[in-house]
């Protein structure tokens, strides 16, 4: 997860009429470009249609869109504009005058609802910052957010397009160099505190179903500097405060942590799905947090594309995807879409198994790359990411339907279904049994193999 938050606040561009005229009633911002039809007979290069995706379809007793639950991301899209360490921005947008103004921020959102309706999603996501600019005090800055949520739930209600989750940024602007709930100044964690309450609100006020705490400056750069009890613990009243607030207003949504190892933090102190869970754990929070995997930071990691997503699956811990990919060998962040349907597949098998995603979803925190200036890769990359996981989800559920792969698992593991296997597994053994056990049987001797290139081949039969 990554946000622009510019600080200009110049409206001078904002007069200029070829951006004015993006403001009148029925302005068509993707002119050229309707509703995304589905068409399963489509050749190669017709990358503007759907071949897989069919919202309707019913895939183990439930339409293939409640399995799927599909979210437009608002900072990528529509606050990228391509710009990287080593170049200038390459996404110039029609409607938007380069700005921080309120009126390119409400074309902004205009220009999004658009492309989320001929899209064909029903979430999208967003934070505070992405949407309405920073003022010079929190008073004016809450109250640019509350005119911009007022224009939002009125596209939401126009369109149907419901909010899956909103976040705050807590790491773009300089007061956060240091960290927000881990700041060691505690003015500058209550002015974090401030801003999470207000972005409460907003959720709650516009119906998101989740909220979202990635800590990209909550960790470290050197441990010269850092006492790493206090922070962690400072980290810990900041979310325990944060879902007191939230049971206070009323916000049923669920609080969901996003792990990141690094960048921009050396370390980060949600580094992976076990980091998160046993902080949570430990600190009493397991209760009122699960997490939002993003499997682009579990590849930095050095994990497996679909590792954390299994993990906290495992643990009941699992809320939502931030589904992406990244380039493991560039050792960084880059939000690709996720176009591989090995990697979809094993997603959705998990998906499956724990019975959906709801009240989360698979939100698209992507963005096209800098060189894919126009405004149609929008549509293509986030329709070839749709079908891509489509097809991860027809070929999950006939893995799980045929139950070939599940049933030799089982059989791998059935030494604990009796005996002094189901001893160990119920915990009604010790050392002394066990050390019993091996005296009276003999050591092992019938090692089984893993047999991992087996169940490779089997996974390719599906893909």
Known sequence: MSSFAPTSSDDSAGNDSKYRAF???????????????????????????????????????????DWLRFSVCFWHTFRG??????????????????????????????AG????????????????RDIAPEGATLAETNKNLDEIVYLALELQNKTGVKLLWATCNLFAHQRYMNGAGSNPDAHIFAMAAAQVKKGLEVAKKMGAQNFVFWGGREGYHTILNT?????????????RMAAEYKKKIGFTGTLLIEPKPK???????????????????????????????????????????????????????LGSIDSNTGSPDLGWDTDQ??????????????????????????????????????????????????????????NAERILKEGVIAKQVKERYSSYE??????????????????KYILDNGSPTNVASGRQEHYESMLNHYV
């Not at 609802?113 to 505070?128: A, C, N, Q, R």
């Not at 397991?286 to 590849?299: F, S």
């Open 23 to 65: 403001d009148a009633p029925g302005a068509e911002f993707f002119e050229g470009i309707g509703k995304i039809p589905l068409k399963k007979d489509a050749g190669a290069d017709e990358t503007m249609v759907f071949k897989t995706y069919e919202p309707e379809k019913e895939v183990m007793g439930r339409p293939m869109k």
């Open 418 to 435: 009796s005996g002094i296997g189901k001893k160990i597994t119920d915990g009604q053994t010790s050392f002394e049994e066990l050390e």
């Open 227 to 239: 006492n790493v009890l206090t922070e962690l613990n400072n980290l810990a009243s900041f979310f």
């Open 81 to 110: 504009t391509g710009a990287d360490p080593f170049g200038f921005p390459t996404l110039v947008r029609p409607w938007d005058d380069g700005s921080n103004s309120m009126a390119n921020a409400k074309r902004r959102l205009r």
């Open 263 to 317: 960048e921009p933090s050396k370390h980060q102190y949600d580094y992976d799905a076990m980091t998160v869970i046993g902080f949570l754990k430990h600190y009493g929070l397991d209760k009122d947090y699960k997490l939002n995997i993003e499997p682009n930071h579990t590849t930095l990691a050095g994990h497996g594309y679909e590792h954390d997503i299994v993990m906290s699956s495992a643990f009941g811990m």
């Open 113 to 128: 609802f658009e492309f989320f309706t001929k899209l064909g999603v029903p979430y999208w996501t967003f934070h505070d």
């Open 337 to 394: 879409f996720p176009m591989d349907i090995k990697n979809t597949t094993m997603v959705m098998k998990t998906v499956l198994e724990q019975g959906g995603l709801s009240p989360g979803g698979l939100n698209f925190d992507c963005k096209v790359r800098r060189e894919s200036t126009e405004l149609r890769d929008m549509f293509i990359s986030h329709i070839g990411a749709m079908d891509s996981f489509a097809r991860g989800l027809l």
